[in-house]
């Protein structure tokens, strides 16, 4: 047994819980195991230890894994969405230490995870499935002893300054990496033109990504909220659609809508935050340890396509072909 799955049993025997398998799903941000129980209930149990070097040690704090869970907590009391639910230990408590590593326990979600977007049910699901998470932030009284980090400008900021030592040092491509890092400084000055208001910053999910979400039938279900902390909605949107097809984009933010609603300037502000959740992003991409074998292709796209756009004022979001494409 390797000392992870040792832990992983471990933290198992503090929560009120017989497990009959343990099944390893995947490491990044956090260890995921796969936990089915003696009555066949299933359960996913995290490691709060991430494989990126460059992950910031608050992100793993207990207080802000304790806060992550009382979110997810009021979440799960909301009727018409589906998240993963927080297992309380034989103390009470959401999370359990073992060797030093914070351990914590939910409800597994059903549902099947879908690399791209290929329909407008799909993308209607998504926009809806944010607008409630963004109703619910908005309505929510953050409680005493809520700790979890913004999605401000100082990681983007932070990034930047990371980019510029790997093209010193030959690692990225100093011509497009330049014009990306300006596109970024284009949109960090927009972000600190906007108002922080119950509209328009809250509790956000924090990584929409393809993994991120499951589908179950017609419903967009949530999970992994391991990057939820504070910002501006749009940045969930913005990083959500720099997953999707341009041709799907307008009918998620219609979707996203008829719960939450869009600024005036709903087209240029999520663009904006499309490279911005990107830089975000980027810093914990840098950390991890096969980077230099697919970053600098992706900056090299991101920049050739979107940054480009941006920089001109030439809107994408409705068109073109995506850098992944």
């Not at 000392?3 to 049993?9: H, K, L, M, S, Y």
């Not at 979110?71 to 969405?81: A, C, H, I, K, Q």
């Not at 504070?230 to 940045?235: D, P, V």
């Not at 799907?248 to 663009?271: A, I």
């Amino acid at each position: 047994m390797d000392g992870v799955t040792r832990i992983a049993r471990e933290a198992l025997n503090h929560f009120p819980v017989t497990f009959e398998t343990l099944e390893f799903i995947a490491r990044s941000a956090n260890t995921i195991f796969k936990v089915t129980d003696t009555t066949g209930k299933l359960y996913t149990l995290r490691l709060h230890s991430s494989i990126s070097e460059s992950l910031e040690d608050y992100w793993n704090t207990p207080d802000a894994i304790r806060s992550e869970m009382v979110w997810l907590e009021s979440l799960s009391g909301v009727p018409d969405l589906t998240v993963p639910s927080p297992v309380r230990n034989s103390r009470g408590e959401f999370v359990t230490i073992v060797d030093d590593v914070a351990c914590t326990l939910l409800t597994w979600v059903d549902g099947d995870q879908r690399p791209t977007v290929t329909t407008m049910k799909e993308a209607e699901a998504i926009g809806e499935m944010i607008g409630k998470l963004h109703r619910q932030s908005s309505g929510w009284t953050i409680p005493d002893g809520f700790e979890r980090p913004a999605f401000d400008d100082s990681r983007i900021m932070q990034t930047l300054a990371k980019l510029d030592e790997h093209v010193l040092a030959g690692r990225l491509p100093a011509d497009e990496t330049a014009l990306l890092q300006r596109a970024g400084l284009k949109a960090v000055a927009m972000m600190n033109t906007l108002e922080r208001t119950t509209e328009s910053w809250g509790m956000l999910h924090g990584d929409l990504n393809p993994g991120n979400k499951v589908f179950h039938g017609t419903e967009a279900r949530p999970i992994d909220f391991g990057a939820c902390g504070f910002g501006y909605c749009l940045y969930d949107l913005g990083w959500t659609m720099c997953h999707i097809h341009p041709a799907f984009r307008e009918r998620l933010l219609h979707s996203y809508s008829r719960y939450r609603p869009l600024p005036d300037r709903h087209v240029e502000l999520p663009e904006g935050f499309c490279i911005a959740s990107q830089l975000d992003t980027m810093s914990f991409w840098l950390g991890l340890p096969d980077w230099t074998e697919w970053l600098p292709d992706h900056i090299r796209k991101l920049s050739d396509r979107e940054a480009t756009a941006y920089l001109k004022g030439e809107t994408f979001l409705f068109g073109g072909t995506p850098y992944w494409a």
